[in-house]
């Protein structure tokens, strides 16, 4: 089936600094979902992004898919300690279900 | 009110034991699924019904079988349990099916197989 990378798999910053994660599918995805998932809790969906080119912003979070439609990304500014948790990108997979990628975990250190 | 609900939160038990996840979705969506989160947090699709149409990641073993008595319920069976099938198992529901639709995921079932 299809297979969505996802780097880095951590990011220690500090709090206050920003954090990217990234993925990468090797063909062209028709849509992407960002969901975060709190240590001990279950994934939560965020966004989806559908359209080539498309940014989305929910407060500090900014949202791109790439032209292509094979790449996405998830930006946040000025982290805080709220935002610890492992962020997964998904499109389409096998099922009928989504695909993740392994995740990125993000610690903050205050 | 939880939206998507499972029991039990917690399954510690004996290789080769057979045993049953509950899910149910109060959400009035149409698509029901699971997913299998291993130790690395890698998760995994199982299983996706629509309209008593299963649809089956061929790389699931047989051992594992859903049934949903109606739209709102989609309970997991084992057979067998073995060692690798330790993992936390989330349910979750869309309304009708992806790739559209956000998933709304249930707080999951962590196995423990001894």
């Known amino acids: 089936g299809q297979q969505v990378m996802q780097i880095p798999q951590y990011q220690h910053v500090q709090e206050g600094e920003d954090f990217t994660t990234y993925c990468n599918s090797s063909?062209?995805?028709?849509?992407i979902q960002w969901y975060k998932q709190r240590p001990g809790g279950h994934p939560v969906f965020l966004i989806q992004l559908v359209k080539s080119g498309e940014v989305k912003k929910q407060k500090r979070l900014t949202f791109q898919f790439g032209e292509a439609k094979k790449n996405s990304s998830l930006h946040i500014t000025a982290t805080q300690t709220t935002d610890v948790g492992t962020y997964f990108c998904?499109?389409?997979?096998?099922?009928?279900?989504?695909?993740f990628g392994k995740g990125t975990h993000l610690i903050i250190q205050p | 009110d939880t939206a998507v609900s499972q029991t039990p939160k917690y399954l510690v038990t004996q290789m080769g034991n057979d045993k049953s996840i509950k899910c149910e979705q109060n959400?009035?969506?149409?698509?029901m699924y699971w997913y299998k989160q291993d130790s690395k947090k890698f998760l995994k699709i199982m299983f996706s019904?629509?309209?008593?149409?299963?649809?089956i990641n061929e790389t699931v073993p047989n051992r594992f079988s859903p049934k949903s008595p109606d739209k709102a319920h989609l309970n997991l069976h084992i057979n067998s349990l073995e060692l690798g099938d330790s993992a936390v198992y989330f349910c979750?529901?869309?309304?009708?099916?992806?790739?559209?639709?956000?998933?709304?995921f249930g707080p999951g079932t962590r196995l423990t197989v001894l």
């Open positions: 019904y629509n309209n008593k149409e299963l649809i």
């Open positions: 063909t062209t995805l028709s849509n």
């Open positions: 979750a529901s869309s309304e009708g099916l992806y790739p559209f639709n956000e998933q709304f």
């Open positions: 959400l009035g969506h149409d698509t």
């Open positions: 998904a499109g389409p997979g096998d099922a009928d279900g989504l695909t």
